[in-house]
């Protein structure tokens, strides 16, 4: 059994009387320790996608099934839970909360989860520098650049150390060097702890350095066998 | 600092965006609470001033001169200096009566600084001690013995005026030399203002011709009523065959004062409602902002683990700070203006009975919880919109 079974997955956005298949028809299997890229153009339906895996919206159809279980039927305190516990989100835009400092942000999702904040400050400041931002700790997310706040919310999808990193073009606004920085945490922690990844991009090189990746076109998914 | 990072961190910093808005509010709630504390604090005070007056004046009838009736009122329950008479022969008459045990009576003089005395207005109460039960439950304790011709004793608040107990003086009163020998026990009624001697004294006084009062006059007459009888039946019995009288029973007396009081109360509670009406639209529309303007934000924490209850808190928990600061507020501010306002309120002023340490703190206790309680019930509607925000906003721009 896979570690993620997506079965027939449609999502179905209705605007006025025009519907939108966001995501048509999709069957995908992860197993433990994959890294899996997603490419397409914009619209195509990638973070529609990641957003069902991640158990942030629901399908209109279809079922997605971790580890034995079926997140489509969870109750919400169930389904925060599989959030908070299992999957580790970076979103495509900025998300982090301006009210606390970098610090705090990375460590937030201690607060909701089961195991509590636990020894997350000091991971927090570990994460930090290796995102390369240890010297902004306890600035706020006002005082960062488009770039830095990315980083920020990379160590805060990493702090619950979660089995699967979900992540929306991580390195968008990142320089190059530091885009391959990323990359090669990604690996090492996919090496080292088995952490299965699933991360889209429009950057063709990155999206080869996966083990596995797939397209999307107009809500269809293609993957592309090597 | 981070081993408190918790979600009441969340809330205090949420707090902190908005400060002047969190300031209004808080504001707005303490003024709430101060008007509660207040009316309560008024509505029980005139409640236990008359509750306590009538029943500690011990007597089951009031009898006064026709006309009188407020008079006596003002003097036994207000602590007002008035005086009153009528002629001694009653007092047999209400013996006569069938159904009254007990018969006392008190004459009513009063001071006037400079002319006759050297205390300030005061009511002097001369009254019969071999029949009198009204003040001897009272004197009893800190005298021991009977008053004797030329000795006074001082009601509890008169004490403090004139200075007794902190030196021992001595007072003319109606020409006469007078020892104060003592301080009466609290009463909680008008008789706390007063100054009390036997009624041997009058004599003495008339002969100085320095009061108004005219041989054979008396104030009011204390009676009881036989167990059996209605003291209603009894009273109208007084009135009737006693036509110079007008008779109160114990619970008649301060009828209309109270009556007057309770519509006063009434006033200021529906005022104090419409204000607590007021203060739950008021963080009802704070609250809906918030609502709007952070539900990314919710969304976001939702979409990182946060479930519906974790959101819950961290806004209950925003609403009872302000609730708990503006609570705090309020019974300070309320404390102080109902303090103030008991000196200058004329009404207040009379009332002679004062609330208890432990009515004191159930007030505040009562007042900050109607705060506190409001400022919930006004953030409720919307905070059950906040829980609600989907995760999947965390996924939009901006
Ligand atoms: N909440 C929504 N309501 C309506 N339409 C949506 C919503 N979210 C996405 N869509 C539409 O679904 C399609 C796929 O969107 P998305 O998954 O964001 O694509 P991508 O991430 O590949 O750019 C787009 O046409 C988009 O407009
Ligand atoms: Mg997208």
Redesign the pocket.
């Known amino acids: 059994m896979s570690q993620i079974e997506i079965a027939d997955i449609s999502k179905t ?1 209705a ?1 006025g009387d025009i519907s ?1 298949n ?1 995501v048509d028809n999709v069957s995908l299997k992860i197993d433990k320790g994959d890294f899996v890229s997603i490419v ?1 153009h ?7 996608l990641l957003s069902i895996i991640g158990g942030i919206i629901g399908p209109t159809s279809g079922s997605v099934v971790y580890d034995g279980m079926d997140i489509c039927s969870l109750n919400d305190d169930k389904l925060s839970e599989y959030r908070s516990e299992k999957i580790g989100f970076m979103f495509q835009f900025a998300s982090l909360l301006p009210i606390l400092t970098v610090k705090e942000n990375v460590i937030l999702p201690g607060l909701f989860s089961k195991k509590g904040l636990g020894d997350n400050i000091k991971k927090a400041e570990q994460y930090l520098d290796m995102v390369g931002i240890g010297d902004k700790a306890d600035a706020y997310p006002s005082q960062l650049s488009g770039g830095q706040q990315r980083r920020v919310a990379i160590a805060r999808a990493l702090i619950n150390n979660p089995e699967v990193i979900l992540a929306d073009e991580p390195t968008g606004d990142l320089d190059e060097e530091t885009e391959a920085e990323i990359m090669d945490l990604f690996k090492r922690l996919n090496r080292e702890k088995r952490v299965t990844f699933i991360f889209i991009t429009h950057n063709l090189d990155l999206a080869r350095q996966a083990q596995r990746q797939v397209q ?1 076109k107009n809500g269809l998914l293609n993957e592309v066998l090597l | 600092m981070f081993r408190e990072f918790t979600l009441f961190t969340l809330a205090l910093r949420n707090l902190r965006r908005k400060p002047f808005r969190t300031g209004v509010l808080i504001i707005a709630i303490g003024l709430l609470v101060a008007s509660i504390l207040f009316v309560l604090s008024f509505v029980r005070r005139v409640d236990s001033s008359i509750k306590t007056a009538s029943d500690r004046l011990g007597a089951d009838l009031l009898i006064v001169p026709t006309g009188s009736r407020g008079a006596a009122e003002d003097v036994l329950l207000e602590n007002k200096v008035k005086t009153f008479f009528m002629d001694k022969s009653i007092v047999d008459r209400v013996k006569n009566i069938e159904g009254i045990s007990d018969v006392t009576y008190q004459t009513y003089l009063v001071t006037i600084v400079g002319s006759c005395c050297d205390v300030p207005e005061t009511l002097v109460i001369a009254f019969n001690q071999d029949t009198d039960f009204v003040i001897k439950p009272w004197l009893s304790k800190e005298l021991g013995r009977r008053l004797n011709k030329g000795e006074a004793i001082v009601g509890h608040e008169s004490a403090f005026n004139i200075k007794i107990g902190l030196t021992e003086v001595d007072s003319v009163l109606f020409g006469n030399m007078f020892k104060m020998v003592g301080v009466l026990d609290k009463t909680g009624t008008g008789l706390d203002t007063a100054i009390f001697i036997d009624e041997e004294n009058i004599e003495d006084i008339m002969k100085k011709g320095k009061s108004d009062l005219k041989p054979g006059q008396i104030s009011a007459i204390f009676a009881r009523v036989e167990k059996g009888y209605d003291p209603y039946l009894v009273a109208g019995e007084v009135e009737d065959t006693i036509v110079e009288t007008d008779t109160m029973s114990r619970r008649d007396i301060g009828k209309d004062l109270i009556n007057t009081l309770r519509d006063f109360s009434r006033i200021f509670s529906m005022t104090v409602m419409l204000a607590s009406i007021l203060s739950v639209f008021l963080v009802w529309t704070v609250f809906s902002a918030i609502a709007n303007e952070r539900s990314r934000e919710v969304g976001i924490m939702r979409a990182i683990g946060a479930k519906e209850s974790h959101i819950v808190k961290i806004y209950f928990l925003e609403v009872l700070v302000i609730g708990s600061i503006g609570g705090i507020v309020g019974i300070i501010s309320g404390t102080t203006f109902s303090f103030f306002a008991a000196k200058s309120f004329m009404i207040l002023k009379d009332l002679s009975s004062d609330l208890t340490v432990l009515e004191r703190s159930s007030i505040s206790v009562v007042s900050f919880l109607s705060g506190t309680g409001i400022c919930m019930v006004g953030a409720l509607l919307p905070i059950n919109r906040i829980k609600k925000m989907e995760p ?1 906003l965390a996924i939009k721009e901006e």
């Open positions: 956005y605007i939108i966001a397409g914009s619209g195509s339906g990638k973070t529609t999307m | 999947l």
